[in-house]
């Protein structure tokens, strides 16, 4: 499968964006998915992660209650809806994959086999 993000921009801070990640070129739903982000100068991290049917999710603390993540398979596409927006949410946005279906959320970069280009966040103060 093949993945692209898009969705990207500047907003003001207290803002909301939605990003986006289409499948392509493969069964979406035998994946589950996860948002990373990548700050200048900083090691790419965890956002926020869904599995394969969207009855779990996952988002890191320093996004919960702003941040949420969903999936439509009908659509082959995830969502990362990003409310409230911070200038410390500036960063490139990645999407990716993980072929498995269970009912676990996965933080680790490492376990995702498929990555999407990134999506550039920008938020200004």
């Known amino acids: 499968v093949q993945l692209q993000a898009y969705g990207g921009g500047l907003v003001q801070a207290g803002g909301s964006l939605r990003l986006s990640c289409a499948a392509s070129?493969?069964?979406?739903?035998?994946?589950?998915m996860g948002w990373f982000r990548q700050a200048p100068g900083k090691e790419r991290e965890f956002v926020a992660g869904?599995?394969?049917?969207?009855?779990?999710?996952y988002v890191t603390n320093s996004v919960k209650g702003r941040f949420t993540i969903s999936r439509d398979n009908a659509k082959n596409t995830a969502y990362l809806q990003m409310n409230s927006l911070k200038p410390e949410d500036t960063a490139v946005y990645y999407c990716?994959?993980?072929?498995?279906?269970?009912?676990?959320?996965?933080?680790?970069?490492?376990?995702?086999?498929?990555w999407g280009q990134g999506t550039l966040v920008t938020v200004s103060s």
């Open positions: 990716a994959g993980r072929g498995i279906r269970n009912s676990f959320v996965v933080t680790s970069l490492s376990a995702y086999d498929v």
């Open positions: 070129g493969g069964t979406f739903s035998n994946y589950a």
């Open positions: 869904i599995n394969w049917s969207g009855g779990s999710t």
